[in-house]
């Protein structure tokens, strides 16, 4: 029997995990735009399920749910940062302080060590904006495909690098960075970009400029560890690339979770399970 429910209702995404029968951690995912559905999801339950919500759109979900005697709010930063611990721990992976990147419709930037953590940057460029650019520069909105099509295309036609600028002469800094994303396509506009070489393009605008953030903040905090969470990582082997590569590049170690989408969810899970 099912006890407790934790639910991240994110500005797209609306994410639960609860114990089943066999106390095996279970996740499910409903979109935020169809909140009844949420709610007739948990109407399955009985009526004394404790429920640990957290999320931007929590407060909405709350109006489905007027009878539910049971609700236990949570700070989403508190939640999201409970929930990586646990992931970590379980994953047996230990380090005293780390970055967290909280890669949802937007992005949002965390330092945490031991009970200790702060919000310390962010950025709209996010989930959102991968959809978003997707869908108004290939007519594709649907992630999977986003993903798939991404990882077929090449970005050497439409971003320019340090090394095109400088022409096979000595560069600065690292020939192979980017220079300029999107830049290439401004030089040659008439030239055709196929819809994959687009989408791996705008995965790599997104993943570029959310690490070189991430590690600003691990340079600032003196940090080695940035773990890099959120839906928009969940299958999304070309974006986790480009960020690890990125990150690895800089010196720092990136870190990915194995359920990327879900670490609010467990943190809002949790914090029932604490407070009985
Ligand atoms: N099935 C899906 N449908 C839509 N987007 C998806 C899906 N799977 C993954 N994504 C990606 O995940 C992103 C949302 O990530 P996540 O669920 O972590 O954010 P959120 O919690 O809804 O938003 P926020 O934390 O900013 O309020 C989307 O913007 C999209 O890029
Ligand atoms: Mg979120």
């Known amino acids: 029997m099912v006890h407790a429910i934790g639910i991240d209702v994110g500005g797209t995404l609306t994410k639960v995990a609860f114990f089943d029968d066999n106390q095996k951690l279970t ?21 004394d399920v404790k429920i640990g919500l957290t999320g931007g759109r929590a407060e909405q979900l709350k109006t489905f749910l007027r ?7 949570l700070v989403e930063f508190d939640a999201t940062v409970a929930g990586v611990n ?20 937007g992005t949002s930037i965390h330092y945490h060590r031991g009970d200790e953590h702060k919000r310390i940057s962010g950025t709209g460029i996010g ?11 290939t007519g594709i909105h649907q992630f999977d495909e986003i993903v798939q099509l991404s990882a077929r295309g090449s970005r ?6 340090v090394s095109d600028i400088y022409f096979g002469n000595k560069t600065p800094i690292d020939g192979g960075l980017t220079a300029s994303n999107f830049g290439a396509a401004g030089l040659t506009p008439l030239m055709e970009r196929s819809k994959e070489d687009i989408l791996a393009t705008v995965q ?9 953030l991430s590690i600003q903040c691990a340079f600032a905090e003196d940090v080695e560890h940035i773990v890099y969470i959120g839906s928009t990582l969940s299958g999304n082997i070309p974006l986790q690339n480009i960020i690890g590569n990125y990150t690895k590049r800089k010196n720092r170690t990136p870190i990915f979770l194995r359920d990327n989408g879900y670490s609010g969810a467990i943190g809002a899970l ?3 399970r604490k407070e009985n």
Not at 67 to 73: E, I, P
Not at 86 to 105: E, H, R
Not at 127 to 137: E, Y
């Open 27 to 47: 996740f499910l995912y409903f979109l935020s735009d169809d909140l009844q559905r949420v709610s007739d999801w948990i109407a399955l339950f009985d009526d």
């Open 67 to 73: 009878c539910h005697d049971n609700l236990h709010y």
């Open 86 to 105: 646990y992931q970590l721990q379980k994953d047996g992976k230990n380090f005293p302080d780390a970055v967290i990147t909280n890669i949802g419709t």
């Open 127 to 137: 989930g959102g904006t991968l959809l978003g650019m997707s869908a108004l520069m």
């Open 156 to 161: 050497s036609e439409v971003d320019m690098l």
């Open 204 to 212: 790599g605008l997104v993943g570029e400029v959310i690490s070189t």
């Open 270 to 272: 949790l914090s029932i």
